[in-house]
């Protein structure tokens, strides 16, 4: 006898709620048949799969194994299902998306519309994750793929670029350099540079600027978010290099207190693609990448530093 598709589910719960009551309530049913299907598992496999006592639920090594190809073994099968609509209906079924948080929110809005008008029987489930779990949650099975800052390397993954993205000078409205129409490099020197902390993939290309021009990366201060940054340069500790989607989004036309400066060349740019798993079905990421590089074309490229489409 093989294990079933509900029992390996039930693992699954298990493993990341590490509690049966909670891991119940996540699944629908009650914490006695989930301990029974468990047990069930067990005996058919002839391991153990979890250590019982008080506190959170604790893995065997056998069972984290049994997770890790349990995930393996649900994924392939919502991939099946998934294979299916998209075979009746074009493009269908549920497509997991992850993202990091200083790309989706700025990005997304313009592609679900055209993503639902395109293909209406597709639903898109997003979630924002940092930067680091992003790869993780993808190899997991967490995601079917991820929209994320290039490169993104792996032997088991597949990557397709939609665009590149400038980065802009952000500083407050009354620093010296507010009235600027542009600047150039040589104006960060001297300059306190305020960025992200180090888990995310734009501090190593801040921190290289910062190096080569003469400019001081403000370690003290490291933001957890782009809006914690803006907030920051508004109260005049340090000017930013920030992405020009959110700079669109979240400052033109709309912060008093921070101005937005483009480079005369683009010198800090950052790739933007979506990544996905080497055995998912690549056509359909495919399709997707195509939608993301429409919009960027189409509802993207005003301003005076506009995101530059490859």
Not at 98 to 121: C, K, S, W
């Amino acid at each position: 006898m093989l294990p079933s598709l509900r029992q390996l589910r039930y693992l699954i719960a298990l493993a990341e709620a590490r509690h049966f009551r909670k891991a119940a309530e996540t699944l629908g049913i009650s914490q006695p048949s989930l301990s029974l299907q468990i047990s069930n598992l067990e005996a058919l496999l002839s391991v153990r799969l979890v250590e019982r006592g008080r506190g959170p639920v604790t893995l065997t090594p056998e069972g984290r194994e049994v997770v890790t190809r349990a995930r393996r073994a649900v994924d392939e099968v919502r991939g099946i299902v998934d294979m299916s609509a998209h075979i009746r209906g074009g493009m269908g079924g549920t497509i997991r998306l992850g993202t990091t948080p200083t790309i989706g929110p700025y990005l997304l809005p313009f592609v679900v519309e055209r993503l639902h008008a395109q293909y209406p029987d597709l639903r898109l489930y997003i979630r924002e994750s940092p930067a680091p779990d992003l790869r993780n949650d993808l190899i997991a099975g967490h995601h079917d793929v991820i929209l994320t800052q290039l490169p993104e390397p792996g032997a088991d993954l597949a990557d397709k670029r939609l665009f590149r993205e400038p980065f802009v000078l952000a500083v407050a409205s009354d620093h010296p350099l507010a009235q600027s129409p542009t600047v150039t490099e040589d104006a960060l020197a001297g300059q306190t540079i305020l960025s992200l902390g180090p888990d995310h993939a734009m501090h190593a290309q801040i921190a290289a600027l910062c190096q080569a021009h003469g400019a001081l990366l403000a370690r003290d201060y490291e933001g957890t978010s782009l809006d914690a940054i803006r907030q920051m340069v508004g109260m005049g500790m340090g000017v930013a290099c920030l992405p020009r989607l959110y700079a669109r989004s979240e400052i033109d036309g709309r912060s008093s207190n921070v101005t937005v400066i483009p480079f005369q060349r683009n010198v800090m740019m950052r790739a933007i693609g979506l990544v996905w798993r080497v055995t998912s079905r690549a056509d359909m990421f495919e399709r997707l990448s195509q939608t993301i590089m429409d919009a960027a074309r189409q509802d993207l490229r005003d301003g005076p530093s506009p995101i530059l489409v490859d």
